[in-house]
């Protein structure tokens, strides 16, 4: 089945800067990629996604790129704020009705 | 307001009871899940439904049960039979054919 690997677990960033979260699966199957944002205590919100027939995908300060070749994607911050401090998890779907396979989670600390 | 309804918050529960989470929807999507979430883990699937009056297994669904009588609801029921059922409980639901996910707000069990 799929398998989601997601690095690093802890990233900290100055405000102001990037940040790039990177994931990688297993299923070549797959065809659908969202991004996850998860403050505390809450669900996770879905703040980006990308299809498997894209490259790139970008809205205001956040971006998503896809390499199908290498089974790897990224997330990239840019211009970060304290409100982006969250958990992001990555996902996958291997197209088997609209089940997501999530990757371990990257805990962002944005400082002021 | 549409979206995904989670209740209660946070549930206490002795070790050996059987409990039950609610989850309730008015998007009309016709599918419906529930994950798991343990510190430093992803999301990992115990159950989810397509269809009315139909259920499928996910990758941890041992100890848990579920039914789906109504399109808006999918209770999960935390049996005397999981091990370790202390964890945030989510929901999520879709449009079916899809795996563009939106979350309830989460339900944090705890048992003691």
């Known amino acids: 089945g799929e398998n989601v690997e997601q690095h690093p677990s802890t990233l900290s960033v100055q405000e102001g800067d990037s940040a790039v979260i990177k994931c990688t699966y297993s299923?070549?199957?797959?065809?659908?990629f969202p991004w996850y944002k998860q403050e505390l205590g809450k669900g996770p919100q879905l703040i980006i996604d990308?299809?498997?027939?894209?490259g790139e995908k970008k809205d205001q300060r956040i971006a998503v790129t896809l390499n199908k070749t290498a089974k790897h994607f990224s997330l990239h911050i840019t211009e970060t704020q304290p409100e982006d401090s969250a958990v992001y998890f990555c996902?996958?779907?291997?197209?088997?009705?609209?089940?997501?396979?999530f990757g371990q989670g990257t805990e962002l600390s944005v400082k002021p | 307001d549409g979206g995904i309804t989670q209740s209660p918050k946070y549930l206490f529960r002795k070790e050996g009871q059987n409990v039950t989470l609610s989850c309730e929807q008015n998007?009309?999507?016709?599918?419906m899940y529930w994950y798991r979430q343990d510190p430093g883990q992803g999301l990992r699937l115990i159950y989810y439904s397509q269809i009315v009056n139909d259920f499928q297994k996910g990758d941890i669904a041992e100890g848990y049960s579920v039914s789906r009588e109504k399109k808006e609801s999918f209770p999960l029921t935390v049996t005397s039979a999981q091990k370790n059922p202390t964890a945030f409980y989510l929901c999520?639901?879709?449009?079916?054919?899809?795996?563009?996910?939106?979350f309830g707000q989460g339900t944090r069990l705890t048992v003691v």
């Open positions: 996902a996958a779907s291997p197209n088997q009705g609209g089940k997501l396979i």
């Open positions: 299923d070549s199957a797959s065809n659908y």
């Open positions: 990308i299809r498997s027939n894209v």
């Open positions: 999520a639901s879709s449009l079916l054919g899809t795996a563009e996910a939106f």
């Open positions: 998007l009309n999507h016709d599918a």
